[in-house]
């Protein structure tokens, strides 16, 4: 599964230069082409918002109106259940009685063959996942997940919160919010900023951790949904300034279980960096912060670098290079190439044990390398992990050739084409450009480790200032347009690459064309 995130951060007025908030925000999604998202100003009575939506949403997702902005980033919230049901011919075993199973048959359309029909089973709690493997003999798979439920206001939500000027009609057009639970980061031109991550949260028995499938008969079923006041919130903090990046939200001793999974913390712990590295910090330090490529894995990893006694004078060569590499992981530089090279090797490490090729989970591997690990001896059983991690480079050279490429020449960041490029239209559909970054760089750029293609990145970037909001950036990837004969289909990737933004005004913006379309009557 390609690795989604985002970050997001907004700093309050007394850490910036002109005295008024600063948001900004830059949501990671898999690269395609088009692009996820357009860029909108969207006006009508009593809503007028400035942003980026899906096509076909009426609503703008992130951005502001003329008082408020917002950025948005993934919770990664346990939302999900499995629970495992006691079968009994046409229904189930639920305290102590039969109930029926929901039956509705779906039919999936197949060209060039036949319809394929489904017949999909419910319970009270959710559909049926399992029906669809040829298991004889094993127990139906109930799924309860919140986006399931049959009320969900996240739309309403939305709309609320465009409509919204000032923090407590934002809190209340939020109560409303079902799925994907968001990191939702706040400002407002009165100088308040704020962070809240809404969503329905179960409340689970003392036991249920939620990592394991349940039983279905009822002595599990969740106890209902965290209330507002209880969801993780902030108004206004002492430090001045609030960051996300699916790094782990709740505060210590928060009594309730959100996740158990977190992305790791590189990408929030160097916005904190760049932000206490200023007293004051501008737009520009903003825009600074999204293009930063510096890769704090390479910081954790030195060390087992500097440990190393490498084989060839190759690698010894590149080791001392590496040691004197600054972290930054540029487009136009060798030793990035190196080291994501040489990590990747490294990350085969629990191949047998994980059953897939790749498993790049740093704390597992660092700990491997600090503690040893029995995987680590592949050719004989007295190999140590610093002997693996060394091979580990021999063989990260020999896959990279004679001659090191750059890193953004090895690590394009490739945009695919959903229908398109599996086809000869590919060449029209398909875009590549050379791009820094890792899979932990604030400016994330993560990749396919069996070809090193950049396959996730900012999806979307903003920056508001509270100070003057039509001083506001925005960007994304590709263009406004699906056509691949128009010169909107990807006029917008040169900025995004760059790290370059459009100016985001509701006023006075030029116009190249208009285009007007009137209802029918």
């Known amino acids: 599964m390609k690795p989604r995130a985002s970050n997001n951060w907004v700093i309050s007025g007394s850490k910036t230069i002109t005295g008024k908030p600063l948001l900004a925000n830059d949501p990671h999604l898999g690269l395609s082409a088009p692009s996820i998202w357009y860029l909108v100003d969207m006006q009508a009575p009593g809503y007028k918002a400035i942003g980026a939506s899906f096509p076909g949403l009426p609503a703008v997702v992130i951005g502001r109106n003329e008082r408020i902005g917002w950025g948005v980033t993934t919770v990664g919230a346990d939302v999900q259940d499995l629970y495992v049901m006691d079968d009994v011919g046409n229904g189930y075993r639920y305290q102590g009685r039969i109930e029926p199973w929901r039956v509705r048959t779906e039919v999936i359309k197949v060209k060039g063959e036949p319809d394929v029909t489904l017949k999909v089973r419910e319970s009270r709690y959710g559909p049926v996942i399992n029906d669809v493997v040829k298991n004889p003999g094993a127990a139906p798979l109930s799924l309860r997940w919140t986006a399931l439920d049959p009320t969900d206001g996240t739309m309403q939500a939305f709309l609320g919160i465009a409509r919204a000027q000032n923090w407590d009609q934002f809190k209340t057009a939020l109560a409303s919010y079902n799925a994907p639970s968001q990191n939702f980061v706040y400002a407002d031109v009165d100088g308040n900023i704020g962070y809240m991550a809404p969503g329905r949260f179960p409340i689970r028995k003392p036991g249920d951790d939620g990592m394991n499938p349940m039983p279905g008969n009822g002595d599990w079923d969740w106890q ?282 509701m006023k006075d913006f030029p116009v190249q064309q208009r285009q007007v379309l009137e209802p029918l009557r």
């Not at 009594?255 to 910090?281: C, F, G, H, N, V």
């Not at 029995?374 to 021999?394: G, I, K, R, S």
């Open 224 to 505: 209902g949904y965290l209330p507002q006041k209880d969801w993780p919130q902030v108004y206004n903090p002492k430090e001045g300034f609030i960051v996300t990046a699916n790094n782990k939200v709740p505060p210590p001793n928060y009594p309730y279980l959100i996740s158990l999974e977190w992305e790791e913390p590189y990408r929030a712990e160097r916005i904190r960096q760049m932000i206490l590295a200023k007293d004051r910090l501008s737009l520009a330090d903003m825009e600074s912060m999204q293009a930063d490529f510096t890769t704090l894995l390479f910081r954790d990893f030195k060390p087992v670098l500097q440990a190393l006694n490498p084989v060839s004078s190759q690698a010894q060569t590149w080791k001392a290079r590496l040691l004197a590499w600054d972290g930054v992981a540029r487009a136009d530089s060798q030793e990035p190439s190196v080291f994501e090279a040489w990590y990747t090797e490294l990350s085969r490490l629990p191949a047998k044990e994980v059953g897939q090729e790749f498993w790049e989970e740093p704390r597992y591997l660092l700990a491997a390398m600090k503690n040893g690990d029995p995987n680590c001896a592949v050719t004989d059983t007295t190999q140590t992990c610093l002997e693996y991690a060394a091979l580990a480079l021999e063989k990260a050279l020999d896959r990279l050739g004679p001659n090191i490429p750059r890193w953004g020449d090895l690590h394009p960041a490739t945009f695919l084409h959903q229908v398109l490029t599996h086809t000869p239209l590919a060449r029209l559909s398909d875009r590549y450009v050379p791009y820094g970054g890792d899979r932990y760089t604030v400016n994330r750029a993560a990749y396919d480790p069996a070809t090193f293609r950049m396959n996730v990145g900012s999806s979307y970037r903003e920056i508001l200032d509270f100070s003057n909001l039509e001083n506001s950036l925005f960007i994304h990837p590709m263009g406004q347009s699906g056509n691949l004969l128009s010169s909107q289909y990807a006029n917008l990737l040169p900025l995004w690459a760059r790290v370059e933004y459009l100016p985001m005004r």
